[in-house]
């Protein structure tokens, strides 16, 4: 075994490792291994429990490692079958993308580890013919164990664990977790072992920490600034073997990509390989940039979150996070993608727009990464929808039904359910019997069908859809939005970013999932929204509050000693702090140019947020006429109307608005206020549009999901979950708590001022929502193009004699509107099969019903104006909306000097709007 080791490179082990042995093997401990990429954690994982199974001799299933990516399954199957081959121990591979041939190979000859995910892990229960070899089972492995502790695909994988080893097994099972970093030990070691007395789970940290090199990369003017940060990323991707950028969203990782490799082949590099790695593109693509980077064939790979974890490409010597990563943990995570062995140095930098916020966010995180100063895992107590789809696994594990008490005094010994009142466990049974999931007999929870088929239509990653965006002048498409995006973010009539151009929201079609945009005429003072795809990575509230004491500091002249890797980048950000608010003075100014009331308040991404839907259900109830639109950003609320010009109005949201806050600790101390306002938000919506997927109460595939059905699950267990999640994952209420007590106690004040324009300039470009300078599109050469491609159909009237082609065609060959067989000038214009048919019975002199010989007379309106107008009747005639009245009408205003492709654009932009209501 030894020799077998060393030859494939395993001459010595870490002390790490060694540690994590005895652990494991010898004292028989839960561990939770912290330790940076690089420094071999996944061997001290499994080579106790590779030994553990050799020398007991332990029978196939005996170990079941599980990572929370498929990329990341394949890379762990490769590395731990060679270590298997050592100790004479098989290796398998299951999960979505398993090939059936493999599949029945693991059921007929099992291996002693099987790797998965946590949603194949729960076939792997409900599957009788392996679950009888899982009565061996002694390990079970969690990688990257800190992302799992805190998404519901997490809860439920540890849930289902213990659940099985209590109730199933009925024994304890050794457990082991994997992560870069880690910060609430406690509550790791809780959810590890299943108990709220972990005494036998310990965590482990690999005491050589790799140190970080991490630079801060501003452009130095801003009319090049999209240049310049590209050039910096190029000139890292040449002067190194491999570099890693990172991107929050996979559109900007698109872009940027792109405008690398433009500037690469401009610079003569045309040779130098880059591409793109995210989780929307295909496996074998994904693959063979894995491999590309791998083997030297990629110098830089562009990528999301996807390259986050532990996959294995080989050597990255520098990473660039392009944007503020917004959370310390995650830059930790990804420049310690450099530097892949231990001992060694993280090199990086974190390239931002020349914004004073992304500066000094940035910095922020730097610090805060360096001194492990992390954020902190948080506990969500009793999720409802893991325990709904937990229960129907259990019914499945045990087809001859399960005691319903003893599975409720199972849960409440397990950390995240002790506080789990036996009503509302009981209300979620009677939910899951009514929905056919279950059934109850004599106290005992069975199984039904119907559960095994929403088992397998159902996980807790809920299905979210994409919308086109589509220009209604040219009609192609200009992108793709996030659902999440669309139904929390947009209204018709709003701007909004995207593909680094202002387009006006003109409909949205959420049956067919298509937003039908314009680019604006004028666009000046307008609020753009810019775009971000899913849910977004948001700043924690100490990260915003210790921004806002830099700014404090600067603004009175000193420069903070913590900092002082970035006096250069202090010394240009200090001479615009000036206006600014801060952590003990929240500026609350507006301009009626603007049309805009700002409130500068530095509470973090989630705190803000509710401060954001606070303030729109105040507004929408006070002053219902204005139809404001509020935003937020970690630094700012941002209130916009263009009833804000009016300065009677203007003034009394001010003063409305100032007033809330001078007494906000009196509102926020009642638990029901907050409660209304997270359930008149968007996000509640959002929120309960998700529980229900994971309860199964609508399937997005298959069901058409409106504003009303989500609304009809608010008093339901639904609702109840979907509250839940509002208040922990998009507000932060006891943060919240503590901004009120400083208002309270007075050392966080509030100052209103007037808004200088370097003011507006830094709140609003944060995050690139930006008020955008007059901007005139012509749409019309683009739209006249379109409608003179068109195709048209003419057909006699007389004969039924047609013929087809582009409007283009007919204008550009003179055509004489007379019928090419009769002769007669009797041709007119053929939207659809069923016009035709009905013409041709016309001809033949078939009897007609109301509605058909309604239609023969429109025909022969459109014949009249065709007949009479030439070109021009045809040009309109063919326009989407315009009948022959519109066209009359259409044809006075272009008398008088009105555009005709201008007329014709407003009609087709009606159309679009309201054909979603048609019957």
């Not at 990172?246 to 130098?272: P, V």
């Not at 989780?279 to 990629?298: D, I, T, W, Y």
């Not at 007389?798 to 067989?821: L, P, Q």
Request: charged fraction near 30%; hydrophobic fraction near 40%; charge should be positive.
């Amino acid at each position: 075994m030894n020799k077998c080791l060393e030859s494939i490179g395993y001459r010595s082990f870490t002390d790490f490792q060694k540690i994590s042995f005895d652990a494991v093997f010898r004292r028989g401990f839960n561990a939770i291994l912290v330790a940076p990429t690089g420094s071999g954690k996944t061997e001290a994982a499994v080579l106790p429990v590779m030994y553990d199974i050799r020398v007991r001799g332990l029978k196939p299933i005996s170990a079941i490692y599980i990572t929370p990516l498929r990329a990341l399954n394949r890379d762990i199957e490769e590395r731990i079958s060679r270590l298997a081959s050592c100790f004479g121990i098989r290796v398998a591979l299951k999960h979505g993308d398993t090939p059936p041939s493999i599949r029945k190979s693991i059921v007929h000859n099992p291996p002693h580890i099987l790797v998965t995910t946590p949603e194949s892990f729960v076939y792997i229960l409900i599957d009788e013919k392996l679950r009888r070899f899982l009565v061996n089972l002694e390990y079970v492995i969690y990688d990257e164990f800190r992302e799992l502790i805190d998404s519901k695909r997490g809860y439920l994988l540890f849930l289902l664990t213990y659940l099985f080893e209590k109730m199933f097994l009925k024994k304890n099972l050794r457990k082991i977790g994997l992560t870069a970093t880690l910060k609430n030990e406690d509550y790791a070691r809780m959810v590890l072992s299943g108990s709220t007395l972990p005494y036998r789970t310990i965590v482990l940290r690999e005491k050589y920490e790799k140190k970080l090199d991490v630079e801060v990369f501003v452009p130095e003017s801003d009319s090049y600034e999209l240049d310049s940060r590209v050039e910096f990323v190029v000139e890292k991707i040449l002067s190194n073997k491999g570099t890693l950028v990172f991107t929050n969203t996979r559109s900007l990782a698109e872009k940027l990509c792109f405008l690398i490799n433009d500037a690469l082949d401009k610079l003569g590099y045309g040779d130098i390989g880059v591409s793109v790695h995210h989780g929307s593109l295909s496996l074998p693509h994904r693959v063979g940039v894995e491999k590309g980077f791998k083997n030297g064939f990629l110098k830089g790979l562009v990528a999301t979150s996807s390259m986050e974890l532990g996959i294995d490409i080989g050597n990255v010597d520098y990473v660039v996070q392009y944007g503020s990563p917004r959370q310390a943990t995650r830059l930790l995570q990804r420049i310690g993608r450099s530097g892949h062995k231990l001992g060694s140095v993280s090199r990086g930098a974190v390239v931002v727009k020349n914004n004073v916020f992304q500066i000094l966010e940035s910095i922020v995180l730097i610090r805060r990464a360096k001194s492990q100063d992390l954020e902190v895992e948080r506990i969500y107590e009793y999720p409802l929808d893991v325990l709904a789809y937990a229960i129907v696994v259990l019914t499945h594990v045990f087809p001859n039904g399960i005691g319903l008490n003893d599975i409720y005094v199972v849960l409440s010994n397990h950390p995240q359910y002790l506080n789990l009142d036996y009503s509302t466990f009981t209300k979620l049974i009677d939910y899951l019997v009514e929905s056919r999931l279950v059934s109850l007999e004599n106290g005992l929870v069975k199984p039904r069908r119907k559960g095994l088929i929403y088992l397998r239509r159902t996980n807790m990653i809920p299905e979210t859809r994409d919308y086109r965006v589509v220009d209604l002048a040219s009609n192609r498409d200009v992108g793709v939005l996030n659902e999440e995006y669309v139904l929390l973010e947009l209204e018709e009539n709003d701007y909004m970013v995207l593909a680094g151009e202002v387009w006006r929201i003109v409909s949205i079609d959420h049956d067919k999932c298509v937003v039908h945009v314009e680019k604006p005429i004028d666009a000046s003072g307008c609020l753009a929204i810019p775009h971000w795809e899913g849910e977004n990575i948001p700043v924690e509230y100490v990260v915003a509050r210790e921004v806002g004491s830099i700014i404090r500091r600067l603004k009175n002249g000193v420069f903070p000693e913590e900092y002082s890797g970035f006096m250069n980048v202090l010394n240009r950000v200090s001479r615009r702090t000036g206006g600014l608010g801060d952590d003990r003075e929240v500026v609350l100014c507006g301009s009626m140019d603007d049309e805009l009331i700002i409130v500068n308040l530095y509470g973090g991404d989630r705190v803000n947020r509710f401060f954001r839907d606070f303030l729109k259900k105040i507004l929408d109830t006070k002053y219902p006429e204005i139809k404001a639109r509020v935003y937020s950003t970690p630094y700012a609320i941002v209130i916009a109307s263009d009833k804000l010009s009016n300065p009677f109005i203007y003034n009394r949201v001010l003063n409305d608005v100032e007033s809330i806050f001078r007494k906000i600790n009196e509102l926020l101390g009642r638990e029901d206020f907050i409660h209304s306002v997270a359930k008149s938000s968007n996000n509640y919506l959002w929120r309960i549009y998700q529980v229900a997927q994971r309860f199964g109460a609508v399937d997005p595939r298959v069901h058409r999901v409106t504003r009303r059905i989500l609304e009809a699950f608010s008093e339901t267990i639904i609702g109840d979950e979907a509250l839940r999640e509002v208040l922990y994952r998009d507000y932060d209420i006891p943060s919240l708590s503590k901004l009120v007590e400083g208002f309270a106690k007075g050392y966080v004040k509030v100052v209103v001022r007037e808004c200088s324009r370097d003011f507006l300039r830094e709140v609003l470009e944060y995050s690139d929502v930006l008020r955008v300078p007059s901007l005139i599109y012509a749409v019309r050469d683009s739209y006249r193009e379109r409608v003179l491609n068109r195709r048209v159909k003419l057909m006699c009237l007389n004969c039924g004699w047609f013929v087809e082609g582009r409007v283009k065609d007919f204008i550009d060959k003179g055509f004489s509107y007379r019928c090419g067989k009769c002769g007669l000038r009797a041709l007119t214009i053929v939207k659809s099969d069923e016009e035709a048919i009905v013409l041709s019975k016309n001809i033949r002199g078939d009897k007609l019903d109301p509605g058909e010989y309604r239609r023969i007379e429109d025909l022969r309106s459109k014949s009249i104006v065709l007949n009479h107008y030439g070109d021009l009747g045809l040009i309109i005639l063919n326009a989407r909306g315009v009948g022959v009245i519109d066209a009359k009408s259409i044809l006075d205003r272009v008398r008088r000097g009105e555009d005709l492709f201008s007329i014709l654009y407003e009609y087709e932009k009606r159309v679009i709007k309201y054909k979603k209501y048609y019957s």
